[in-house]
């Protein structure tokens, strides 16, 4: 299942609302504002013009450090895709339209 513009909630407290989250199977949602408290399998961050810094550093660090697999990163502009995963030193760069296997088993074409 993907879904955008939810909230999730990390075990550390912080909340990040990636551009498009990843899981095996749809949350139950609550009444009102409430941010998911599941970690995504993976998620699909797409650079966002001054928020390079965030999109391409800070955002793929953290969610690899909370549990997520699989942060992939696309600049629209470049159609350059860096997938990243806690396993690798670096991230492999790849060209969109690109067809990834991700580790809970789906597969994603960025």
């Not at 969610?63 to 159609?79: A, C, F």
């Amino acid at each position: 299942v993907h879904i955008s513009d939810v909230i999730f909630r990390f075990s550390d407290g912080s909340f990040k609302r990636p551009d498009i989250a990843i899981l095996c199977a749809m949350p139950t949602s609550k009444e009102g504002f409430q941010a998911l408290e599941v970690v995504p399998e993976a998620v699909v961050e797409i650079i966002s013009e001054g928020y390079e810094y965030k999109d391409l550093v800070l955002s793929p660090s953290f969610y690899l450090e909370n549990g997520v697999k699989d942060v992939i990163v696309l600049d629209p502009k470049t159609k350059v895709v860096l997938h990243h995963r806690a396993a690798w030193e670096n991230p492999k760069e790849l060209e969109s339209p690109v067809q990834l296997e991700l580790l809970c088993g789906c597969e994603c074409i960025v």
